[in-house]
Nanobody, 125 residues
Framework: QVQLVESGGGLVQAGDSLRLSCTASGLTFSSAAMAWFRQAPGRDREFLAAISWSGQTTNFGDSVKGRSTISRDDATNTVYLQINSLKPEDTADYYC??????????????????WGHGTQVTVSS
């Protein structure tokens, strides 16, 4: 079955950078558009970034635009999200998601077919 496993979360200081990883199995990774979302307690799931199946196209949410990058390594079935200049309001559970229906790069959670269980990020001030 399809599995997405996130890693790289933890406790960081404001101003630090963080790179999250998501390794996929059970799907044809090179055909999937991939994305990152996050959800803080009491808030809706928020789109952060997406990358096309080819890696040629990316899309970013407003909250991380200009201070984040998304990349993929099809050799290891892994997608990465790096966020720089972290702020306390970046504290949330971070999820990766896979879209097998489209090539790129939706920002709505319902466009994604599979989800990981999340990794927690806490940013202290």
């Amino acid at each position: 079955q399809v599995q997405l496993v996130e890693s790289g979360g933890g406790l960081v200081q404001a101003g630090d950078s963080l790179r999250l990883s998501c390794t996929a199995s059970g799907l044809t990774f090179s055909s999937a558009a991939m994305a990152w979302f996050r959800q803080a307690p009491g808030r809706d799931r928020e789109f952060l970034a997406a990358i096309s199946w080819s890696g040629q196209t990316t899309n970013f949410g407003d909250s991380v635009k200009g201070r984040s990058t998304i990349s993929r390594d099809d050799a290891t079935n892994t997608v990465y999200l790096q966020i720089n200049s972290l702020k306390p309001e970046d504290t949330a559970d971070y999820y990766c998601a896979a879209d097998l229906q489209r090539h790129c790069c939706g920002s709505d959670w319902y466009e994604y077919d599979y989800w990981g269980h999340g990794t927690q990020v806490t940013v202290s001030s």
